[in-house]
């Protein structure tokens, strides 16, 4: 059986991160979840957002 690899992930740009709403980590699409709302977790990598919220905007319910 051949030894699992551990997957890499190649980090976007930031500007390009922050424009288009990719994960800072692996560069997936999905770190908004609306117009002004983090997601919970990257969809590829699972990166937790919620280190990265500084407590501006909106409550969450």
């Known amino acids: 059986m051949p030894p699992e690899r551990a997957e890499t992930f ?3 740009d930031p500007v390009a991160a ?3 709403g ?3 980590r692996c560069g997936a699409p999905g770190l ?5 709302d983090f997601a919970a977790k990257c969809p590829r990598c699972k990166l937790d957002y919620s280190a990265f919220n500084v407590g501006e905007g909106r409550p969450r319910s």
């Open 18 to 20: 922050a424009v288009k």
């Open 10 to 12: 190649v980090a976007p």
């Open 22 to 24: 990719l994960c800072p």
């Open 32 to 36: 908004f979840r609306g117009w002004l």
